[in-house]
């Protein structure tokens, strides 16, 4: 069963940088489009960003110009870089599959203060 592990979340000043990583355990990145979500607290969880096997990119208007999100296929691994980091972007942060079928990971959690 495939697992995701998501890391590099933390608590950070407005206006600086996170760069988020997810690690599957299995094969899956090759052959899926992969997407980055995040839930804050009482909310909806959201998608944030998304990346196709080939490379295409999406993102929410809420983070279009500040996040990129980025894959390694070799690695199996997809990278969330975050600049500019508002307050509203507090919340709890995952990966998976786009449209999601895989079982969530623990998410990493980010802060930021104002």
């Known amino acids: 069963q495939v697992q995701l592990l998501e890391s590099g979340g933390g608590l950070v000043q407005a206006g600086g940088s996170l760069r988020l990583s997810c690690a599957a355990s299995g094969r899956i990145f090759s052959i899926n489009t992969m997407g980055w979500y995040r839930q804050a607290p009482g909310k909806q969880r959201e998608l944030v960003a998304t990346?196709?096997?080939?490379?295409?990119?999406n993102y929410a208007d809420s983070v279009k110009g500040r996040f990129t999100i980025s894959r390694d296929n070799a690695k199996n691994t997809v990278k969330l870089q975050m600049n500019s980091l508002k307050p509203e972007d507090t919340a709890l942060y995952y990966c998976?599959?786009?449209?999601?079928?895989?079982?969530w990971g623990q998410g990493t959690q980010v802060t930021v203060s104002s």
């Open positions: 990346i196709t096997s080939d490379g295409r990119t």
């Open positions: 998976n599959t786009f449209p999601y079928w895989l079982n």
